[in-house]
């Protein structure tokens, strides 16, 4: 069984930056890579930034590229999510989950496997 536990969510001003952590734990945790989604009141969960465990290679949403950095650790398995220039739009819960799908562009929820419980992030205009 594998846990994800995200922290560093807040509240800041447009143009501020925040940096998101997610720690796995458990004894089987080897996954094919980790992910970000986020999910904002009223819609759907969409997907952020990925990452693959093994390698650097990254995939970003169109509406994040530029401004938002995925990055890990493997030996604290821990990913990251820099987030910089952050729009009120940007407003929304933020889960990491682990990659069950070999592809870096498998990005729908269903390529995803454990999920963490969620960070919340406010973007104030």
């Known amino acids: 069984q594998v846990q994800l536990v995200e922290s560093g969510g807040g509240l800041v001003q447009a143009g501020g930056s925040l940096r998101l952590s997610c720690v796995a734990s458990g004894r089987t945790f080897s996954p094919y890579g980790m992910g970000w989604f986020r999910q904002a009141p009223g819609k759907e969960r969409e997907f952020v930034a990925t990452i693959m465990w093994s390698g650097d290679s990254t995939y970003y949403a169109d509406s994040v590229k530029g401004r938002f950095t995925i990055s890990k650790d493997t030996t604290k398995n821990t990913v990251y999510l820099q987030m910089n220039s952050l729009k009120p739009e940007d407003t929304a819960v933020y889960y990491c989950?682990?990659?069950?799908?070999?592809?870096?562009?498998?990005?729908?929820?269903?390529?995803?496997?454990?999920w963490g419980q969620g960070t919340q992030v406010t973007v104030s205009s």
């Open positions: 989950a682990a990659k069950v799908h070999s592809s870096l562009y498998a990005i729908d929820v269903r390529d995803f496997g454990s």
